[in-house]
DNA sequence: ACAAAATTTTTACGCGCGTAAAGTTTTGTC
DNA sequence: GACAAAACTTTACGCGCGTAAAAATTTTGT
């Protein structure tokens, strides 16, 4: 820098302010400045300048598993708006693995983000190991709540999710069952499950809860396994299947074609089926499958600019606001 | 540090030295060390080890497109495998775009990353840059080779892909015709469809190669409305079809389905449908696709060894080596 | 027990840049 | 044209650590 100094006849500390912050100078400096800096390619020190800055220009982005396109999806959609912003994105996945999880969180501590965002693994997260890192970076979360932690939370309502698509199933043919794991990693599956039971008791129709055996992320199989059980042994209490989200349903799709059930709303069909996220593939199934859509513009966007007020705001928010965006109903063939 | 030396009763150039290699130290030493660490918990600013380090402990990861799970999958063994081997991965993903791709590089080049893999984009991607890249950040390309550009290239045969599926659908049926895109990102994609050409010749068969339009990574789309086209048009040569990739296959099923075409290996079936690269979804297609899928962990593994080696010989290797690993052949009830 | 070898401690400097303080130049205003 | 504010230059220090060199200490081998 002291040599591109003397060569821009610019000082050094102005070429410092122009670095931090390229409207700081005057702009006949700044083209000063770019001018030279056109032809001899300069670029400052990350590490220099990070070591003598409190917070980095790092944001870290933080999924529970990234193999799942849902996720995939969403980390494309923060990445860009976080660049946008000026910012680089970290971006991390958990692998559905707590110790995993915890990893990061050190990784990133040291790294001195300006903040985070998280979705936590959820169920399986060590909340106070979180806590302590919210503590010291300020973090909001996203998709998944822990509550009380991280400055902010934005996340889509599991009960617009659910009510939407139990009333659509409800009023085009016979009320749905809910398909879900009995012991699912992610909180949003309980909330979800919640939501049915309510939506079936507003519409005063008898619930009927599905909770199949599987652990992990390894939800199609899951789904595909369920499926396979529950179609041989002919247990499904009624002619319509609601899966707590798509990748179950994708499994659950599989299932039965193997088993040679005709899946579908039209006529001819044996079973409708139907999920919820808004899954990248679900629009490939066969049938394509009616599900109900995250609002990802919304949650990715508003996920990042909560992060960027907290981060003016100083690293904390007066009172932690939970944002909940209503989901969106895909009515396709499935259902 | 200071402070932590003095806490310890270990003095600061051995405690720097414990911090960059811990055997490097007597045993007794580390002992006290560790001990004091336990109690104090202290850890080295990154950043000021960095600045003071020629290289870090960084290996960056570039894939094309993580909303794939296919790369998912691949960045998901290489995070394990950097991690096992004492390093930090951190991992880009190019989202398909050329300039994204060039920033990912921008980046990690002032990173100074002691090593990188990178799956480019292929045909999109701009040789000059990382050809630049190449230069000052020892690389290992992966899944996708761009000649002589990277110390070495480690991927999957894709004469083997081609040449397995080729025979298995000769010998069980009609031969296959073969559907890729006709102007495809990945240049994996011209050698497929040579492999297809050469392997129907060596067998005495007319290839038939069915190239559609559609540009970008939407590749699912691209098949679905290819399979529309086609069959609406009754277009098909054979009874037979062989996708470039999963990806396109899962969206030919889709149009499949919707078209009323059955397809599968068993009597009845219209049509028969294969894919390759052992996508993680194509176990739960209806029906499920017969694939030839890549050897994950070798590759990823011979990837990650390929880079350490470079490494430990000072960045460069006497002569660049390409690593071709023999695809497996997935038989299920789709062909 | 003693010299050689291996470690560790002391001391000191430098990495590339942020940033504060004081002085100098430029800009904008009446 | 005078004058205050804004921007810039000069000078200097510090961040947290790597690392070299010399001295002091401990360990090893016999």
């Given at each position: 820098?002291?040599?591109f100094?003397?060569?821009?006849?610019?000082?050094?500390?102005?070429l410092?302010?122009?670095f931090?912050d390229?409207?700081?100078?005057?702009?006949?400096t700044?083209?000063?400045?770019?001018e030279a800096l056109?032809k001899?390619?300069?670029?400052?020190?990350?590490?220099?300048?990070n070591q003598?800055?409190?917070m980095?220009k790092?944001?870290?982005?933080i999924?529970?598993?990234l193999?799942?396109?849902?996720?995939?999806?969403?980390?494309?959609n923060?990445?860009?708006?976080v660049?946008?912003?000026?910012?680089s994105p970290?971006?991390?996945?958990?692998?559905g693995?707590?110790?995993?999880e915890?990893?990061i969180?050190?990784?990133l501590?040291?790294?001195k983000?300006?903040g985070?965002?998280?979705?936590?693994l959820?169920r399986?997260?060590?909340?106070?190991?979180?806590?302590a890192?919210?503590?010291?970076?300020?973090t909001?979360?996203?998709?998944?709540?822990?509550?009380?932690?991280g400055?902010?939370?934005?996340?889509?309502?599991?009960?617009?999710?659910?009510?939407q698509?139990?009333q659509?199933?409800?009023s085009?043919?016979?009320?749905?069952?809910?398909?879900?794991?009995a012991?699912p990693a992610?909180?949003?599956a309980?909330?979800?499950?919640?939501?049915?039971?309510a939506s079936m008791e507003?519409?005063?129709l008898?619930?009927?809860?599905l909770s199949?055996?599987?652990?992990?992320?390894g939800?199609e199989?899951?789904?595909?396994q369920?499926?396979?059980d529950?179609?041989?042994?002919r247990a499904l209490?009624?002619?319509?299947?609601?899966?707590?989200?798509?990748r179950?349903a994708?499994?659950?799709?599989?299932?039965?074609?193997?088993c040679g059930v005709r899946?579908?709303?039209?006529?001819?069909?044996?079973?409708?089926?139907?999920?919820?996220d808004?899954?990248p593939?679900?629009?490939y199934?066969?049938?394509?499958?009616?599900t109900v859509?995250?609002?990802?513009?919304?949650?990715?966007?508003h996920?990042v600019?909560t992060l960027?007020?907290?981060i003016?705001?100083?690293?904390?928010?007066?009172?932690?606001?939970?944002t909940?965006y209503?989901?969106?109903?895909?009515?396709?063939?499935?259902?």
């Open positions: 820098m002291e040599e100094a003397a060569l821009s006849g610019i000082s050094r500390p102005t410092s302010k122009y931090h390229p409207e700081s100078v005057r702009p006949s700044r083209n000063r400045i770019e056109s001899h390619d300069y670029r400052p020190n990350i590490y220099a300048v003598n800055r409190r980095t790092n944001i870290g982005v999924v529970p598993y193999a799942d396109p849902f996720f995939a999806e969403i980390a494309r923060l990445e860009r708006r660049i946008d912003a000026g910012y970290v971006l991390f996945s958990s692998h693995d707590r110790n995993q915890k990893d969180l050190d990784t501590r040291s790294q983000p300006a985070v965002l998280m979705a936590p959820g399986n997260s060590d909340r106070s190991y979180i806590e890192f919210c503590a010291d970076v300020p909001v979360l996203f998709d998944s709540n822990l509550e009380g932690l400055e902010a939370f934005v996340g889509s309502d599991n009960f617009s999710f659910v009510s698509s139990v659509y199933l409800h085009t043919g016979e009320p749905p069952c809910f398909l879900e794991m012991n992610n909180p949003n309980h909330k979800r499950r919640r939501a049915y039971l507003a519409l005063d008898e619930p009927e809860v199949v055996p599987g652990e992990g992320w939800f199989e899951i789904g595909y369920a499926g396979l529950l179609l041989t042994r209490p009624t002619d319509t299947v609601l899966c707590s989200n798509d179950l994708i499994g659950f799709l599989a299932a039965c074609y193997e899946v579908g709303k039209t006529g001819g069909c044996d079973l409708r089926v139907a999920g919820h808004g899954h593939f679900s629009r199934t066969s049938p394509s499958l009616t859509a995250h609002d990802y513009d919304a949650v990715s966007n996920s600019e960027f007020t907290v003016e705001n100083g690293g904390h928010l007066p009172d932690r606001a939970e909940l209503p989901a969106r109903l895909i009515l396709r063939m499935s259902a």
